[in-house]
């Protein structure tokens, strides 16, 4: 059984220095942006065991589950279950951390953005309208437009002209190839603020002597100025054949600040050895680079969305992280520069050139559960059976084409689906990014997995008539175009232009004092 604790007992938990803590929040992503504690991970309830073994992948962590007291309760069994030996529930949830003090926040990647608030207003991060950037293309001013974002986002939709980078850290190591001379101006785009700003800044301290803007409020500031977007592919930024001598200075001279060494694979396995430190393991590169080889102990996280989004992968405070890069080591310099703002632990970065490193068996393994064929579903609904075929996707790849009749359903609707149908078999539908067989052997009744998952039916799927078992609560980013993206954006800057006065007086939010409180690490970097 899980320890239950007073809302007064984590608050004092997360004050304490040099303690492994991992708080969790088991909320669907659209609930948890009504309010949530700074410090704690979201790990939906729906993909608990698919994701808890990589973000706390030690068993005697000490976990502290705080969102809805019923949701916390089923969770910390599946916990206890698994092996984890050290779980805490806090009695009534979120609302028992308000109630003893604690403070909590709309949104997503709270932190991360508010840090993009306190760079543009510590460091004067220089910004630009889209008018005034038109005026520079319409003067034919010598001006390089560079996009921020991850290459799928790009695709969406870019500025035209612009530079798909690949995003974040990708913009130090690749801008040169475009930005030749001291007299172009550069633009950083993102879709909103907070990657433009981090963007531009970086740019700036790596000692590039050129004029260099995050553009206001990013796309949707372009678009809503009633200038077009380009779609699809455009010009893509190459990573260059080697980088300059003042960007290795720059790469040195960062980690030294940072107190990042620099390690080879041995120290890295040694660490990943350590059961007293959880590890994490982080391949900034671009996916692609990834894709060609890569650590077997790492994660492909680009550097600029895990400054973006640490708060889903970074789950225990304290931890050891390292970053895997090129030997150059300029995107794990322009990582590191930021992720010290966030992250009191130690940061190490190893060159992925290095000796196989590999990590512990990571997910569970998968239950044994009944699976049924699309020819079994066939012949049941032939003979007048009720089935009910639930899809476990996302939702944006159950909108992508799935099966007729089908629902798209959470984990946690399964008990009042069943509930309503007794008598039906329920048969879960999954792919190669979610496995459904967690979800039936825990959940009642006539529960089977389809054999193959979506591929099974992959020649069938339709895009008509979709339904859903509640509303779409995996998704909390705005809708594709039009006016609803229009007044979800007007919302959106509102609530992110009040995190610098909403945050203060949270220590969680006093980024100089956790850059200054790095545990354990040295004064410089060693090659």
């Not at 290795?248 to 040694?270: C, K, N, P």
């Not at 993206?485 to 509102?494: L, N, S």
């Not at 945050?503 to 690490?521: R, V």
């Amino acid at each position: 059984m899980p320890t239950h604790i007073a809302g007064h007992t984590l608050l004092a938990l997360d004050s304490t220095p040099r303690t492994e803590l991992a708080i969790l929040d088991l909320r669907s992503p659209l609930e948890r942006t009504t309010g949530q504690i700074a410090v704690s991970t979201g790990v939906p309830y729906h993909d608990l065991e698919q994701r808890i073994s990589e973000l706390v992948p030690h068993l005697d962590t000490t976990i502290v589950l705080a969102g809805t007291p019923d949701l916390d309760e089923v969770g910390a069994a599946i916990l206890e279950q698994l092996g984890y030996t050290d779980v805490r529930v806090v009695d009534d949830g979120i609302r028992g951390w308000t109630a003893a003090g604690g403070r909590t926040y709309t949104g997503t990647n709270v932190r991360s953005k508010t840090l993009g608030e306190w760079i543009e207003h510590t460091f004067a991060t220089p910004t630009v309208d889209s008018d005034t950037v038109q005026s520079w293309l319409d003067n034919e001013e010598d001006i390089v437009i560079l996009d921020s974002r991850p290459s799928g986002e790009y695709l969406h939709h870019h500025i035209p002209g612009g530079y798909n980078t690949g995003g974040g850290a990708e913009i130090d190591y690749r801008a040169g190839q475009v930005v030749t001379t001291p007299h172009t101006k550069v633009v950083i785009n993102c879709a909103g603020r907070t990657r433009g700003i981090v963007g531009a800044q970086s740019l700036i301290n790596t000692g590039i002597p050129n004029q260099v803007f995050s553009l206001y409020n990013g796309t949707p500031a372009w678009e809503q100025s009633g200038r077009p977007l380009a779609f699809g592919r455009g010009a893509d930024l190459d990573a260059p054949q080697q980088v300059s001598a003042e960007l290795v200075d720059w790469v040195e001279s960062t980690l030294a600040q940072a107190g990042a060494r620099i390690v080879g694979a041995e120290e890295v396995r040694h660490q990943l050895d350590n059961r007293s430190v959880t590890t994490y393991v982080f391949d900034v590169r671009s996916p692609a680079e990834f894709r060609q080889g890569h650590l077997d102990a790492a994660i492909s996280v680009p550097g600029g969305q895990l400054v973006q989004t640490i708060d889903e992968h970074v789950a225990v405070h304290g931890a050891h992280i390292v970053l895997v890069d090129t030997g150059e080591f300029v995107r794990a310099a322009s990582t590191v520069q930021w992720l010290r703002y966030l992250h009191s632990g130690p940061i190490t970065v190893v060159a992925a050139s290095e000796a196989e490193v590999r990590r512990a068996e990571g997910r569970f393994p998968i239950p044994e559960v009944a699976h049924v064929t699309v020819a079994d579903i066939a012949a049941w609904r032939s003979a007048g059976r009720d089935v009910r075929i639930l899809d476990l996707r996302s939702s944006t790849r159950y909108a992508a084409g799935h099966i007729a009749e089908s629902i798209h359903a959470r984990r946690e609707h399964i008990p009042q689906i069943v509930e309503g149908a007794p008598d039906a078999t329920v048969v879960l539908v999954g792919d190669e990014t979610y496995a459904p067989e967690y979800a039936a052997a825990a959940g009642p009744g006539n529960i089977a997995v389809l054999s193959g998952g979506i591929d099974a039916v992959a020649d069938s799927l339709t895009t008509e008539a979709p339904r859903y078992a509640a509303g779409i609560e995996d998704h909390t980013g705005p809708p594709p175009f039009g006016p609803d993206r229009d007044r979800w954006y007007a919302a959106y800057f509102e609530w992110e232009l009040s995190l610098l006065d909403d945050t203060a007086g949270d220590p969680h939010f006093d980024f100089e004092q956790i850059a200054s409180s790095k545990l354990d690490l040295p004064s410089s970097a060693t090659s």
